[in-house]
């Protein structure tokens, strides 16, 4: 059983394990067409995969999942609460982006955040913030056999990773607080709907689809 | 390396290892059409999926799997011998189904054993053993590019958490033994072949499918 | 955090990490067409993929990845490298197939070499040595929606488990060393690509296929 977490930790984590849960369940609901079970599952797997990769990458186990009832219930809270929602289908496509976008921003500053507790190195705690951010809803994508967000995003992977280096840098160097929690997680959650709403994406390789000046790329 | 288990979860263990790996392999023969290698590595990733993933959660690593060879020895029997039966293909469908639901059964009892076993919470005893249950299909479809059952289930994750249940108040009243631990499984494999065989499926989301009175959802 | 690995086993891993994310990331740009993010993204999980899996198995936690910097700039470097190579697309066949064989055959001696360092015995070793060495493609064919090459493979799997036995007897009986490390890897290397060039597969379940003698299986 692991101490109990730093409040800050404790409610950025549960707020973007809800996010993150309405997120799944949503999916679940609209792209998937699953029953009360897959979406109360799918949920859950969005909502809790991040942070138990995270905890088993930094050999934190049981999991906070496990080790604490409050990320199960919100999780499957979150799960029910969506699922409830239902009936409103052809509005969920916005939600469904927000929320994943809310989940993603927070838990790159938990990840990152964490990974500092347990003394990872500041590069170390920045790719765990990512992949913590990620991991989710990958499993969410790769469950539903959907290509993961994280490989052709508009803009995904990299949001998270400034969000989870504005988080390390500022607990290195001391001035790390609510504040900068917020503004790291604000930065991520601005960049990626941006990069949603204007379709921005990372350049592709080189000549890989001839790339004219028409194309949506950006440096 | 972990002490020896208790001989009782030993042998649902097992026996629910032997049971998956034939569903594993048998799926790889009839709806892969893979290889020896395949069937056998299909069967194993089965069978011993759901184990790993549990002890991993609860933090008992290297998992059972590794530190005690009968594991790994029956889950390779298991793709063997399913591989020397891969000519009946036209009878698999039935037996496919019925050894999925036997490990579900065998696996939700021991996963929540385990896990109070390692003294997390009945509630987190209950959602591991599911998990246990569930993790060990979920990759077999994963791999072989199915939707997991567990997310469109008849009557798959239900069952599971039933047994589950049983298991972790039968042993917090110390009522628990092999009576308690074969009716827990007793009923979960019942329910999940009632289910199977009428089609019944858990609630969708309300209003997402028209749902008519002539649907087989039931509440 | 561990211990400095040996030497051998450090030089070993971080080749196969290398090819396995040139691997990876090259895969990304013909296959999957996906942006620099998904590229280096799909080149990391491939190189570390492997690597994490065994080291969670063994209890190395946090695994190599992340308590020692080198194994994470070699595979970030491996995807950019990869990417700048993007645009000679039409010759890219060939290499992916010969780093994938590179990195499956070094995973596999320093996945036995590393379970037998964490005093698992030698059946064991030989198992993870295996899944070291397959565990990365296998993520990354699952990211990509491929049926993973361990399922169908043309000798996939049958060459690491050589790889990995040659190297856990050899430590066993104290004769292991470079040459013996090279030895083994390069039987494994040899063996997969005479296979992917004759297109040997490992036989299929008796009756499945109705197998003539014109079919390319063999024993």
Same mark, same amino acid.
């Given at each position: ?10 409610? +950025? ?8 849960? +309405? ?14 079970? !897959? ?17 088993? /990458?930094?050999?934190? /186990?049981?999991? @906070?999942?496990?080790?604490?009832? $409050?990320?199960? *219930?919100?999780? *499957?809270?979150?799960?029910?609460? @969506?699922? #409830?929602?239902?009936? &409103?289908?052809? $509005? ?11 989940? /993603?921003?927070?838990? *790159?500053?938990?990840? @990152? ?15 765990? !913030? %990512? ?5 989710? #809803?990958?499993? &969410?994508?790769?469950?539903? $056999?959907?290509?993961?967000?994280? +490989? ?31 503004? @790291? ?7 990626? +709907? ?7 994406? %990372? ?17």
């Amino acid at each position: 059983m692991n101490a109990e977490p730093p409040p800050l930790l404790l409610a +950025l984590d549960l707020t973007g394990t809800f996010a993150f849960g +309405l997120n799944g369940a949503l999916t679940a609901v609209r792209a998937a067409r699953l029953d009360i079970v !897959g979406v109360v599952t799918l949920g859950m797997v969005t909502a809790l995969g991040g942070g138990i990769i995270r905890d088993i /990458l930094i050999d934190s /186990l049981p999991p @906070a999942t496990f080790s604490d009832w $409050r990320y199960l *219930a919100v999780a *499957a809270a979150s799960g029910l609460v @969506a699922y #409830g929602l239902g009936r &409103r289908l052809d $509005r969920l496509a916005g939600p469904i982006i927000v929320f994943d976008a809310l989940g /993603l921003s927070l838990f *790159a500053v938990t990840g @990152a955040s964490k990974a500092l507790d347990f003394r990872l190195g500041i590069g170390q705690a920045i790719i765990l !913030g %990512a992949i913590t951010a990620v991991g989710g #809803g990958t499993l &969410r994508d790769v469950l539903i $056999r959907r290509i993961p967000t994280v +490989l052709y995003s508009e803009l995904y992977a990299i949001p998270a990773l400034i969000a989870a280096t504005i988080t390390a840098v500022t607990i290195s160097t001391g001035v790390y607080g609510i504040p900068a929690a917020i503004g @790291a997680a604000a930065v991520c959650f601005v960049v990626r +709907l941006v990069g949603v709403r204007f379709g921005l994406n %990372a350049p592709g390789p080189p000549g890989a689809y001839g790339g004219g000046p028409g194309s949506a790329d950006r440096r």
